[in-house]
């Protein structure tokens, strides 16, 4: 478990960071989320000892991090925004470097390159210089480098930064992965990277935590607005989408209607609503003896849910 308390950190005497609190626990997969200044890779820097905080405290698998940085270094694996790589070295030679750097023997690191080449796709090039390698594989380089040791955290800053999309879809299997072996912590501002990877989600802005939970938690409060678009087979009479909207606004949580379009030999209508609704909505439909020909519900997305929560305006402000 990775444990924070009041954590806070300074750049000449400006906050870049908290006071912040938060736990994440063993073999979960969680997000940091949150706009450029947020504070997510100050965050992520203090979680791997790469940073002292200013004040507060913070526990990685119950060890001080502030006390014993060196200790804590053993359990993680950390893959900055731009990797720590030598163009120079050959990769599996930078590999047997960097786990030597962590208190691995020779022995050790020998026993480990094979499989940690395998998982990270690099047998094909562990005998090429790092500096001929493409970006894709740069990062693969990273990512190998952090679970050389074979951590318990694994810490990744932007890992999809500056990959085509072959490449970002090579990269999250490549986390799926790793999830299955390690608690894994994501920074990144790409929604659809965090949605699809993450179980969980810190969402930062202005140094400061403004939400935590699943994706379906944060997009939960009552103030959310969803959309329900309901398509109704046009009756009778002289107006017969003002017949249809008087159905529709007295719906209980309907707060707007919007103005209909053809769809499928009906009109269709989208409704923006406080709930999911489409019982109440059916029901209404059916007792004024109205057609219903389609009913679609849509609830908010993570884009929605994180500009509500950022306020939309620069993180670091």
Known sequence: MIRASNLSKFYGGKRALGPVAFEINDGETVGFLGLNGAGKTTALRILACDLRPSAGTIEVGGVDAVAQPHEVRK???????????????????????????????????????????????????????????????????????????????????????????????????????????????????????????????LVLGRGKILGAGSEQDLSMSETDIRQVTVVIRPPSGDDPKGQIRTVLVAIEGVKSVA?????????????????????????????????????????SELETTFIRLVGGTDASN
């Open 75 to 201: 359990r993680i694996g950390f893959l900055p925004e731009n990797p720590p790589l030598y163009a120079d070295m050959v990769v599996s030679d930078y590999l047997r470097f960097a786990g030597e750097l962590r208190g691995m023997s020779k022995a050790e690191v020998k026993r480990r390159l094979p499989e940690v080449l395998e998982i990270t796709d690099l047998g094909d090039v562990a005998s090429d210089q790092i500096s001929t390698l493409s970006h894709g594989y740069r990062q693969r380089v990273g990512v190998a480098q952090a679970i050389v040791h074979d951590p318990k955290f694994l810490i990744l800053d932007e890992p999809t930064r500056g990959l085509d999309p072959v490449q970002i879809v090579e990269m999250r299997n490549l986390i799926h992965d790793l999830k299955q072996n390690h608690t894994v912590l994501i920074s990144s501002h790409i929604l659809t990277e965090i949605s699809q990877t993450c179980d969980r989600l």
């Open 259 to 299: 103005d209909p379009y053809e769809s499928g030999g009906g009109l269709a209508f989208a409704l923006e609503t406080t709930k999911d609704c489409r019982a109440e909505v059916g029901r209404a439909v059916v007792v004024a003896k109205l057609d219903l020909l389609k009913l679609d519900y849509a609830r």
